[in-house]
């Protein structure tokens, strides 16, 4: 093995001619060749050098990668460059000092169990389990030796560089210049780490949102990666976004997975943190966060995330807003407004209720945009479900969980939120051990088959879709239909007529010219009572994915004037949020405020836009006693009437009942629901030997 005597050249931290995130040492090619031994080619794999100082006063050893140095430093023959920062600092050294080096074989090193690197603690306080994983996997694919005390770069691939330094090695040296192969058998060991690191997110496991999440992205990664872009513009990058939409749809995941994509260093203020009943403890506290992401940002990006921010920058106009409220939402606009671009701070908002937020906080300069976290759709669903649902596992899910099966799952779970399906998944699981197990009469749980024979099924899946209730839906009256639409008889041209009206809302819904929301968008019903109103409507949203919701008008009546309008525009609002639905309003007619509501209800309605998949239908038993603002242009302008004559009653009663006979049952003036209840009363009272009564026969 060949030595050679050369002047070290320590190069200072940040300065030189040579890369900060390297950890090796520097040589001209030259020197390189005559190093190495007989036969091998520097540039056919990564070479190490061992030095050694041949001075008595200061005697030191290191091992380190060495690369060769441009073809243009003739001048450096004879030195070998060392970064200042691979230096102990307590080594003495000189500029042009002597050492040895000699090259070393790292298959001949003894291999290295267990390394252990020491880091600092305040440089890894923001470090999750993806910074800790890329680390890792960097540090052993390009450190191909460890000693004691060896001071090397860290470098996770979402964050700076860190130094640490080598504190132990298995089996321990009995030399502290011994020097260890390390490879992928290695077992690395950081410490210094935070105890509670965040969970590392990976983008391809969070399903339905990818439109969001790319938007995001671009607002908040284009800027601090290419500030030149805006630069050449003399623009200035967005400073907020605020993530709006129902609970439970990923708001807080998006905002988590941005920033660990970006190496950002997340920062989150919650509501139970800062708020305090002691006076100006919030506004410190707030503070006090503020600086944490500040200080945070100082080697990167910082973002600031804000959970339930209605909660804390409530609207400072409302009647029951007390002063401390006001003050804390002063105290978040002045911080903001403090912080300038250099610190490359961004605020992400995220709330349920868009509208209670103070405006002052929904301008340029502040939360810049504001994006809708929308329920998943029909694809959304289909995607989060293959993120649970790993059809192609054999030994979790039976034969019957395949393609088709998740598409049908994806069709029945409308209205569902991402941590639904997350609850659907949970739920199936559970029913499927119960499925498989009992409880002793000692009350003792046992398994009634193997673990590995218990799997889940499309029958589970099933059984949990009708256990849960979608959080949207929670604390709503939920209308489900007890009769399913093809055992609906009578009324053929009606269902005919709302099939159509389907197929023509969804086709113009998805038309890209469409000015505005479709005329069949607002369908209007009319029939006396017992005509099948409410049975149709509740048949038709079951039998076509729609989610149902409803308002009754005479319930509104009995609220103050104010509250009732502010149930049309929840109520609505839940509609959109929880689309494809379908708004059911009934007993317009009958209530005292019916033309402030009727104004109010259509004007909900025309703010929902073309791309709203939001179906409503008006039920009334006499539609001349409706507001004539109900009916026309961007109101209810088309008309589906449920009156039957006594023929097609008679029709409806022996295709329901052949055995219906009509000079047992009149049917005269009798609407079909009327009709069908008599005869089967009728029919009870013969069985029974019931006293005749109440229904003439």
Request: hydrophobic share 40%; net charge negative.
């Amino acid at each position: 093995m060949k030595a050679k005597i050369l002047r070290l050249n320590v190069q200072p931290e940040g300065g030189g001619r040579f890369r900060d995130d390297t950890s090796s040492v520097w040589a001209t090619a030259r020197e390189i060749s005559e190093m190495l031994p007989d036969g091998l080619n520097p540039d056919d794999q990564p070479n190490y050098v061992k030095i050694v100082s041949l001075n008595p006063l200061s005697r030191f050893t290191l091992y380190a990668k060495i690369d060769s140095l441009n073809q243009d430093a003739h001048d450096a023959d004879g030195t070998i460059f060392v970064p200042r920062k691979m230096m102990d600092p307590t080594w003495t050294y000189d500029q042009g000092m002597k050492v040895e080096v000699s090259y070393v074989d790292i298959a001949e090193l003894p291999h290295a169990e267990t390394v252990t690197v020491s880091l600092n603690p305040d440089d890894t306080i923001f470090w999750g389990e993806g910074e800790e994983k890329s680390a890792k996997g960097l540090f052993l694919a390009k450190t191909g030796v460890a000693y004691l005390a060896q001071r090397t770069l860290v470098k996770p691939t979402t964050k700076d560089s860190v130094m640490g330094k080598v504190s132990g090695i298995f089996p321990r040296p009995a030399d502290r210049s011994v020097a260890y192969r390390v490879d992928w058998d290695t077992n690395l060991v950081f410490q210094g780490l935070p105890k509670n690191k965040d969970a590392a997110i990976d983008f391809s496991k969070i399903g339905g949102l990818d439109s969001v999440i790319s938007r995001l992205r671009e607002i908040v990664q284009i800027p601090t990666s290419r500030p030149d872009l805006l630069h050449r513009f003399g623009d200035k990058p967005s400073r907020g976004v605020i993530l709006y939409g129902p609970p439970g749809n990923g708001k807080t995941l998006i905002a988590r997975a941005v920033a660990q994509a970006m190496g950002a260093a997340f920062v989150q203020l919650d509501l139970f943190e800062v708020l305090s009943k002691y006076v100006g403890m919030s506004e410190r506290n707030i503070k006090d966060k503020f600086d944490e992401a500040i200080a945070a940002a100082k080697n990167g990006i910082g973002i600031l995330f804000i959970d339930e921010l209605d909660a804390l920058a409530v609207s400072r106009d409302g009647e029951n807003v007390e002063q401390h409220q006001r003050n804390v939402v002063n105290t978040l606009l002045r911080l903001m407004d403090g912080v300038n671009s250099n610190q490359r701070i961004f605020f992400i908002g995220a709330t349920n209720r868009l509208d209670a937020i103070d405006p002052a906080l929904r301008r340029p300069g502040r939360f810049d945009h504001e994006f809708e976290v929308p329920l998943p759709d029909l694809y959304g669903r289909m995607d989060i479900l293959q993120k649970y649902v790993h059809v192609e596992k054999q030994e979790l899910f039976d034969g019957s969980m395949d393609k088709h099966a998740l598409r049908t799952l994806a069709e029945l779970t409308s209205g569902f939120s991402g941590a639904d399906i997350s609850m659907l998944y949970h739920e199936s699981v559970m029913h499927a051990i119960r499925r498989n197990s009992s409880f002793g009469t000692d009350g003792k749980f046992q398994l009634n088959t193997d673990v590995e024979a218990i799997k889940l099924s499309y029958d589970d899946f099933l059984a949990a879709v009708k256990e849960i209730t979608p959080t949207q839906m929670r604390g709503e009256q939920i209308v489900t239909g007890d009769v399913a639409w093809d055992d609906i008889v009578g009324l053929d041209r009606q269902k005919e007529l709302l099939e159509d009206t389907h197929i023509r809302f969804i086709g113009l819904i998805d038309s890209e010219k469409l000015p505005g929301r479709p005329s069949c968008a607002n369908l209007l019903m009319l029939g006396r009572r017992g005509s099948g109103k409410r049975t149709l409507v509740r048949a038709f949203a079951q039998k076509f994915g729609y989610e149902l919701l409803s308002i009754d008008c005479l319930a509104l009546d009995a609220l103050p004037l104010t509250e009732a309008m502010q149930e049309i525009h929840r109520v609505v609002a839940k509609c959109r949020q929880t689309a494809p639905s379908v708004l059911f309003v009934q007993n317009m007619e009958n209530c005292r405020n019916s033309d402030v509501l009727a104004h109010k209800l259509v004007n909900e309605l025309s703010s929902l836009g073309r791309l709203q998949k939001v179906l409503s239908i008006l039920a009334a038993e006499d539609g001349t006693m409706l507001p004539a603002c109900i009916r026309g242009y961007k109101a209810f302008e088309s008309e589906i009437s449920l009156e039957l004559d006594e023929e097609q009653v008679l029709d409806g009663m022996k295709t329901m009942f052949p055995e219906f006979d009509c000079a047992d049952t009149n049917i005269t003036g009798k609407t079909i629901g009327q009709a069908i209840r008599d005869f089967k009363e009728n029919m009870i009272v013969q069985r029974k030997g019931l006293p005749q009564g109440g229904v003439k026969c």
